[in-house]
């Protein structure tokens, strides 16, 4: 197995860090694009096409790569009922639906501070139900039967308190002054897990998500587990030494660069709401596949972004992606896609960036469609096109023919001598 786990290493399947004198490894990629990359391989090279010993390692490899899964983390935070004022250990077994959730759990992680701090774990903990217990203990028995990754819970709870006195951020000083204190708790248990070697993901809604990593008290501790993967693993020269200056206004500390010439680009530096920069799909039969185009994000900003359609009055999550980088773009592809129906769409990027849109109805039944040509864009005329997007706006068509290439900096020249500025894709 170490064996094995070295080799992954080396083809940029795994991540080796060492902590405690002890080697670490996690996986870059997802369960199923590990195995799918390695196994067949491994089958073939070192077992020689061995089924019996494929099943062997299958398991092995499987149960260890689910344990390298990202810990999920919830808060739990309240008053009394969330703290389980009248709430017995004892008397659990008196009510047989839950004659076996007091037990001992040593898979969940436990963190809390109750009352006025008088009660507290002072870091992890396996869970249990303490003398006063609330709903995480019916919440871990019930996740755990049905999720195959480890969880973790962090509680907050005081009887008798008010939102207003003791819970707002900004509540007098005569108050508990919970806010300040849970998110202490909070960060403790999260640098707790960074320190252990732990990869976590904080669950909850992302509006909250991205306040916690932005919180000044949190001292730029990112929660989300693919910023905290992603940027710190964003390279400055992402193309290599031999390239430093390749796509450099977008790659590195790219917002201490300006750029230079007789008609430069506009800034990459965006209002942090407008992060998205526009995104386009193709209909494949049943395949939906969406390109969105981000502005370069800075590093505390999460790497994450989401998918979206409106079901009547809702907006309901199709998908979330990691943003690729070098590049800022994200891809996804959703299957099966009812492509007779027009559904509105928006992409979502933080607490506030959006980009709305309408995937449209595949107009096969039409006898003629609308076809928008798009071409000819020079990198030395800058800047936004109003015109075009107003004509587009209006003629609405029914597929985009996009015939570019990469934009040029100097005008190519035809046979006859005349120069262009710009050059097709065949």
Not at 192 to 211: H, K, N, Q, S
Not at 222 to 244: H, L, Q, V, W
Not at 298 to 303: A, S
Request: hydrophobic share 35%.
């Amino acid at each position: 197995m170490l064996t094995m786990m070295e080799r992954m290493t080396k083809k940029g399947l795994l991540t080796r860090k060492k902590i405690d004198n002890v080697f670490h490894y996690s996986p870059k990629q997802s369960l199923s694009e590990v195995l799918k990359n390695l196994v067949g391989d491994f089958v073939n090279g070192v077992l020689g096409g061995s089924v019996v010993t494929l099943a062997i390692v299958f398991v092995m490899l499987t149960s260890w790569l689910r344990a390298a899964e990202p810990t999920r983390v919830f808060i739990f935070a309240g008053q009394s009922n969330m703290l389980g004022a009248d709430a017995k250990a004892e008397q659990i077994h008196e009510f047989p639906a839950y004659r076996n959730v007091a037990t001992l759990r040593e898979d969940v992680l436990f963190a809390y501070r109750l009352g006025n701090g008088d009660q507290a774990s002072n870091g992890w903990v396996p869970l249990r139900a303490l003398e006063a217990f609330g709903p995480e203990i019916s919440f871990a028995d019930e996740v755990t039967k049905h999720v195959e990754f480890p969880i973790a819970i962090i509680k907050s709870a005081v009887g008798g308190t008010t939102i207003a006195y003791d819970w707002h951020p900004e509540a007098p000083q005569p108050g508990q002054q919970l806010y300040p204190k849970t998110l202490a708790l909070i960060r403790d248990a999260l640098q707790e897990l960074t320190d252990r070697g732990i990869d976590y993901r904080l669950e909850g809604e992302d509006a909250f998500v991205e306040e916690l990593a932005n919180n000044s008290q949190f001292q730029g501790l990112t929660t989300d587990p693919i910023s905290r993967r992603s940027a710190s693993s964003e390279p400055e020269s992402p193309f290599g030494t031999e390239y430093p200056n390749l796509d450099s206004l977008a790659t590195g500390k790219w917002w201490t660069k300006r750029s230079k010439g007789q008609n430069p680009p506009p800034s990459l530096d965006v209002p942090r709401d407008q992060t998205i920069a526009f995104a386009l799909y193709t209909i494949d039969q049943d395949i939906l596949s969406v390109s969105a185009q981000l502005f370069p994000l800075m590093p505390e900003e999460t790497r994450e972004v989401r998918l979206e359609i409106l079901r009547g009055n809702k907006w309901v999550q199709l998908s979330r992606k990691p943003v690729n980088y070098p590049g800022w773009d994200v891809q996804f592809r959703i299957q099966p896609w009812d492509a007779s129906q027009q559904v509105r769409y928006r992409i979502l990027h933080g607490a506030h960036a959006s980009s709305e849109g309408t995937f449209c109805r595949n107009p096969i039944d039409q006898e003629s469609i609308v076809v928008a040509s798009m071409s000819c864009n020079s990198s030395r005329t800058t800047g936004m096109r109003p015109e075009i997007l107003e004509q587009l706006l209006k003629q609405n068509p029914d597929l985009l023919f996009l015939q570019v290439t990469k934009p040029i900096d100097t005008p190519s020249t035809r046979q006859d001598g005349s120069s262009s500025d710009c050059s097709f894709a065949s």
